[in-house]
């Protein structure tokens, strides 16, 4: 199993930055795509950028050129660096991963999420 610890979350003021943090933990044989989604009040989980083993990027159009997506492959870990932040980037940002538990044998996981509130 895998378990994905979150970190980063906060205040700030629109125009603000933050980084959020994610670390995969347990037992696996690897971690391949690692991805963010947030929800806010009343709406559903949205995509936010994902990001495979092999470092190729993706990310929602209301984020793209304001969000960053990498990766530390040693640590398990990814991070969303938030720039220019607004308003409505105010939500509950979770992580997910997919892991390969042994060789061929895949399962998605999620982190605890971080709350991030972007004031105005």
């Known amino acids: 199993q895998v378990q994905l610890v979150e970190s980063g979350g906060g205040l700030v003021q629109a125009g603000g930055s933050l980084r959020l943090s994610c670390a995969a933990s347990?037992?696996?044989?690897?971690?391949?795509?690692m991805a963010w989604y947030r929800q806010a009040p009343g709406k559903q989980r949205e995509f936010i950028s994902l990001?495979?083993?092999?470092?190729?990027?993706n990310y929602a159009d209301s984020v793209k050129d304001r969000f960053t997506i990498s990766r530390d492959n040693a640590k398990n870990t990814v991070y969303l660096q938030m720039d220019g932040l607004k308003p409505e980037d105010t939500a509950v940002y979770y992580c997910?991963?997919?892991?390969?538990?042994?060789?061929?044998?895949?399962?998605?996981?999620w982190g605890q999420g971080s709350q991030v509130t972007v004031s105005s």
């Open positions: 347990g037992t696996f044989f690897r971690i391949n795509a």
């Open positions: 997910n991963c997919r892991a390969e538990l042994r060789p061929g044998v895949r399962s998605d996981f």
């Open positions: 990001i495979t083993g092999g470092n190729i990027t």
